[in-house]
C-alpha cells in the first residue's frame, strides 16, 4: 500500500520531467527564432506561431506545478476541500495551455513547408492540414473551456454535469497522432519533387523525421 509520504514525492518528479521538457523546447525555439532573424532580418507568422507554442507550453509547466502545489500525487483524502478546489482549477488551466501547444506548435512546421512547395497540389494539401489543425484546436479549446457546467467549469466532475471527457480525449488523442503523422510524413512527399542530387534527398528527408517521435508519446494521451 502507498504512503502519504511516497505519494508526496511523485509530485516533484512531474515537475522535474515538465521542466527539463519546456527548457529543451524553449533553447530550440531560441535557436531556430535568432537563427532566422540573422538570416531575414524579419518577422513571419510561423515565428508569432511558435511564440505562442512557447509561452503556452510555459502556462502548462506553471499550472502543472499549481497542480502538484495543491496536491497532485497525494491521496484525496489527505487534502483539504480549499486544495481540492484549486487542484480542479490548475487542472483546467493546463489542459487548456496543452491542447494550445500540442496543435500551434503542429501548425509552425505546417508553415514551413509551405515555403517547400510552389503553387501547385502540394501546396493547397499542407493549406488544407493547417485549416484542419485549426478548427480542431479551436473547437477543442471551447470543449475543454466549457467542459462543465457554469460558472465554474473546472469544479470536482463528480459534482456537476460535464461533457463526457473520455470520450473527447480519445478523439483528441487520434487526431493528435493523425497530424502528427501527417507533419512528419508530409515532408517525403514535399521532398520527392525536388530536383537534387539522391543523397541530399534523402539526408534532408530524414531531417525531419524526428517528427515521428511524437506519434509514440501522444500514444500516452490515449
Known amino acids: 500500500m502507498t504512503t502519504v509520504s511516497e505519494a508526496n514525492a511523485r509530485g516533484p518528479l512531474v515537475n522535474i520531467a515538465s521542466w527539463i521538457t519546456l527548457v529543451s523546447a524553449i533553447l530550440a525555439a531560441g535557436v531556430k527564432l535568432y537563427t532566422k532573424m540573422s538570416i531575414t532580418k524579419k518577422v513571419q507568422l510561423d515565428d508569432a506561431l511558435l511564440l505562442v507554442a512557447?509561452?503556452?507550453?510555459?502556462?502548462?509547466?506553471?499550472?502543472?506545478?499549481?497542480?502538484?502545489?495543491?496536491?497532485?500525487?497525494?491521496?484525496?483524502?489527505?487534502?483539504t476541500s480549499g486544495q481540492i478546489s484549486s487542484y480542479y482549477l490548475s487542472y483546467y488551466v493546463t489542459q487548456i495551455f496543452y491542447v494550445v501547444?500540442?496543435?500551434?506548435?503542429?501548425?509552425?512546421?505546417?508553415y514551413f513547408f509551405i515555403s517547400l512547395t510552389g503553387e501547385n497540389v502540394k501546396r493547397k494539401i499542407v493549406r488544407c492540414l493547417m485549416v484542419f489543425i485549426g478548427a480542431w484546436t479551436t473547437a477543442a479549446i471551447f470543449v475543454v473551456?466549457?467542459?462543465?457546467e457554469l460558472p465554474r467549469p473546472w469544479k470536482n466532475p463528480s459534482s456537476q454535469k460535464c461533457v463526457n471527457?473520455?470520450?473527447?480525449?480519445?478523439?483528441?488523442?487520434?487526431?493528435?497522432i493523425l497530424t502528427q503523422l501527417c507533419v512528419g510524413l508530409l515532408p517525403v512527399y514535399l521532398l520527392a519533387g525536388l530536383q537534387l542530387r539522391k543523397?541530399?534527398?534523402?539526408?534532408?528527408?530524414?531531417?525531419?523525421?524526428?517528427?515521428?517521435?511524437?506519434?509514440?508519446?501522444?500514444?500516452?494521451t490515449l
Open 199 to 220: 543523397t541530399k534527398k534523402i539526408f534532408s528527408m530524414l531531417s525531419f523525421t524526428p517528427n515521428m517521435l511524437f506519434v509514440n508519446l501522444s500514444q500516452f
Open 101 to 110: 501547444t500540442v496543435y500551434v506548435a503542429k501548425l509552425v512546421g505546417l
Open 145 to 148: 473551456a466549457f467542459q462543465c
Open 54 to 79: 512557447v509561452l503556452a507550453a510555459v502556462g502548462c509547466c506553471i499550472a502543472q506545478a499549481k497542480q502538484v502545489q495543491f496536491g497532485l500525487g497525494q491521496h484525496e483524502d489527505s487534502l
Open 165 to 176: 471527457k473520455l470520450a473527447f480525449w480519445t478523439v483528441n488523442g487520434v487526431v493528435d
